[in-house]
């Protein structure tokens, strides 16, 4: 096993229902520590931004303005195979088909609306945490 950092965000349809705190516990519970949080509001441009690498696909546009909707809980989970661990944590995208306990099985209100992103890989966790934290905010 090896100690890793990974990144996650707590999307807009969880902030607006109050589950931050909730889905925090999780991660913690799972082992892995936040070394790092910020709350913001991102814009339209911003999340474009950030989720390129959708912008050929169909649900871009939709994605956008859905990340544009509320504030968004930034973060950088650190844990041994924090990637994986934290994907565990969050369930399969689809919350109908997420383990029971996971995030998404308790909490998502859709596809869409799945309450959680996270890396899927060292390098996107790299340029995720890269895009929203500096390594001064990085507190491990």
């Known amino acids: 096993m090896a100690l890793e950092r990974t990144f996650s965000i707590i999307k807009p349809?969880?902030?607006?229902?109050?589950l931050t705190g909730k889905i925090n516990a999780k991660f913690e519970e799972a082992g892995l520590r936040i070394i790092a949080q910020k709350r913001i509001h991102l814009t339209k441009a911003q999340a474009?931004?950030?989720y390129k690498v959708h912008a050929a696909r169909p649900f871009y546009d939709e994605l956008c303005e859905f990340m544009a909707s509320a504030p968004i809980v930034a973060q950088v989970l650190e844990g041994e195979d924090a990637i994986l661990k934290n994907r565990e944590v969050m369930g399969a995208t689809n919350p109908a088909d997420a383990a029971p306990g996971?995030?998404?099985?308790?909490?998502?209100?859709?596809?869409?609306?799945?309450s959680v992103h996270g890396s899927d890989a060292p390098d996107t966790a790299k340029e995720e945490i890269a895009?929203?934290?500096?390594?001064l905010e990085l507190v491990g």
Do not use: K
């Not at 349809?13 to 109050?18: E, F, L, S």
């Not at 996971?102 to 799945?114: K, L, M, P, Y």
């Not at 895009?131 to 390594?135: A, C, V």
């Open 13 to 18: 349809d969880a902030t607006r229902r109050n």
């Open 48 to 50: 474009g931004e950030f």
């Open 102 to 114: 996971t995030i998404r099985a308790e909490f998502a209100e859709s596809v869409g609306e799945n």
């Open 131 to 135: 895009y929203f934290f500096s390594g």
